[in-house]
């Protein structure tokens, strides 16, 4: 079983910046990929960026310039370092860890962030 919880949302001014966190714990063994996606009000959730515990990165278009992911491996931490938000950007974040091999373990998924960004 695996248990993430995220940190760091909150309200900011359009054109600013925050940084999402993201702590695993459990049983986090194998090869996995921790990534951000986020829905909106009457949306879908949708991806923000993945990172493979090997360092490889995939980013949503809209979010491709202004958003950066890593990963801090040994603490089994996922950060999202997100710039020049936009009201657009406005979402639940959620932290997700999914193992590549399912037979190390499934798909988890955090309680999700609150993300305000004013005009």
């Known amino acids: 079983q695996v248990h993430l919880v995220e940190s760091g949302g909150g309200l900011v001014q359009a054109g600013g910046s925050l940084r999402l966190s993201c702590a695993a714990s459990?049983?986090?063994?194998?090869?996995?990929?921790m990534g951000w996606y986020r829905q909106a009000p009457g949306k879908q959730r949708e991806l923000v960026a993945t990172i493979i515990k090997t360092g490889t990165t995939n980013y949503a278009d809209s979010v491709k310039g202004r958003f950066t992911i890593s990963r801090d491996n040994a603490k089994n931490t996922v950060y999202l370092l997100m710039n020049s938000l936009k009201p657009d950007d406005t979402s639940v974040y959620y932290c997700?860890?999914?193992?590549?091999?399912?037979?190390?373990?499934?798909?988890?998924w955090g309680q999700g962030t609150q993300v305000t960004v004013s005009s």
């Open positions: 997700n860890l999914k193992f590549i091999v399912p037979s190390d373990g499934g798909d988890y």
């Open positions: 459990g049983s986090i063994f194998g090869l996995n990929v």
